[in-house]
């Protein structure tokens, strides 16, 4: 049977590679920090790392590694089943509670990944009788979890109030019985915030719900690492909020619903994700703890972060590159051509500057770039480093 589709496979596969859009994968031999060891997709050594989602530096955290140590010898491997069956430990329990009271919400239910996550909400909480207003640069995870859901679906320009307010109006008047507004928080090709306060504003005024996607800003964005929520100050008013652990906060997998406690509550019962999906590792959940202790006094992480991202960000609009504006730590150096994307990340590459070319679909055609993400583990050598890298790789790209 496969015979009769492997030539078709192939020659898609082809056409990937000859567009410039292949996407090779590079192996590490070193734990996940401000420096790896490229051991085969690139050249091999020892290079800088900005390209993870490590944001404060905590995935190789002697204190993250010790509690993870510990978790396993205290609560074991894997919970071998789902959470209503024989899943829930008391660890898991604990740090839902933790995860509640930190982003400022009633309760929160954890998942396997923030994929899943955002796959288990619309189809719970929303019928055919309901609205969903997305904005148009979500999360593939919520364009797949909207897809889940039979709910009617209006899309908004990104970060776009007025078009956003057209599609309440539309929504409501077509007699929908729920809304709910969803967006990132960070958007994470661009690292544009969204206007929280302003989507609030219209959430109120046309009786709509609010979720948010801050997988790229809890750890490290607002003055207590809240995320955007709390940087706009709205964090009594958003309803739900999706997020990861798999980033900042330590950076291995799983995922999370905070929301009101009704919400989370019907989670619990209805959320497929979440019903037929092996419990998260307790390993895991105890490391997650642990660096939610680590968050309370990780104001000179954050601080670091912010100086790093500052001094590249300066640096490559000095050096002439185009940047797209903002101060996240996702720095996206905008190129255009996917092949010169990805000939300018392997040239990098051979600089010792690990870092990857985003082209389509990732991104829109003709919007390729290379997005850096900066780490409070990277020195302020390692910045300048890799400005210089980009400096000498476009000169040897242009001939």
Avoid at 268 to 295: C, E, G, H
Wanted: negative net charge.
């Amino acid at each position: 049977m496969f015979d009769s589709v492997r030539d078709d496979i192939r020659a898609t596969l082809d056409e990937i590679r000859a567009a410039g859009l292949h996407k090779p994968e590079r192996v590490i031999g070193t734990p996940q920090s401000a420096t790896v060891e490229v051991t085969a997709g690139g050249r091999p050594g020892e290079v800088l790392n900005f390209c993870a989602n490590n944001y404060l530096g905590l995935a190789d955290h002697p204190d993250v590694v010790a509690a993870a140590h510990a978790a396993l010898d205290r609560w074991g491997y894997g919970m071998a089943s789902v959470r209503f069956i024989c899943g829930t430990q008391e660890v898991h329990k604990e740090l839902e509670a933790r995860l509640s009271a930190f982003l400022g919400q009633e309760d929160t239910i954890l998942y396997s990944s923030c994929f899943d996550a955002n796959g288990g909400v619309f189809e719970t909480l929303l019928g055919a009788e309901d609205a969903v207003i997305s904005d148009a640069l979500n999360h593939a995870s919520i364009i797949d979890g909207i897809r889940l859901s039979k709910a009617r679906r209006f899309r908004y320009a990104n970060r776009d109030m007025a078009d956003l307010e057209q599609q309440l109006k539309e929504a409501t008047e077509g007699g929908a019985r729920r809304k709910l507004i969803v967006t990132d928080g960070v958007f994470s090709m661009d690292g544009y915030v969204a206007p929280l306060a302003d989507i609030c504003d219209l959430a109120e005024r046309y009786d709509a719900m609010v979720m948010v996607d801050d997988s790229h800003a809890v750890g490290f964005v607002g003055a207590g690492g809240r995320g955007t929520p709390e940087l706009h100050g709205v964090m009594d008013r958003v309803d739900i909020i999706t997020g990861t652990l798999g980033k900042a906060l330590g950076g291995a997998s799983g995922g999370y619903v905070a929301a009101r406690a009704e919400i989370v509550a019907l989670l619990r019962q209805r959320s497929r994700p979440y019903l037929f999906s092996n419990t998260l590792a307790p390993v895991i959940a105890a490391a997650s703890l642990k660096v939610l202790d680590l968050l309370e006094s990780a104001g000179d992480l954050r601080d670091k972060l912010n100086a790093n991202t500052a001094l590249f960000r300066g640096r490559m609009t000095e050096e002439g590159f185009d940047i797209l504006p903002g101060d996240h730590a996702i720095a996206p150096v905008m190129i255009g051509d996917a092949s010169e994307a990805g000939r300018m990340a392997e040239l990098l590459l051979e600089r010792g500057v690990y870092v990857i070319g985003f082209s389509y679909p990732v991104v829109p055609q003709g919007q390729a770039r290379i997005r850096v993400q900066l780490s409070a583990a990277h020195s302020t050598e390692d910045v300048n480093r890799a400005v210089d890298a980009f400096v000498a790789a476009r000169a040897e790209l242009r001939g």
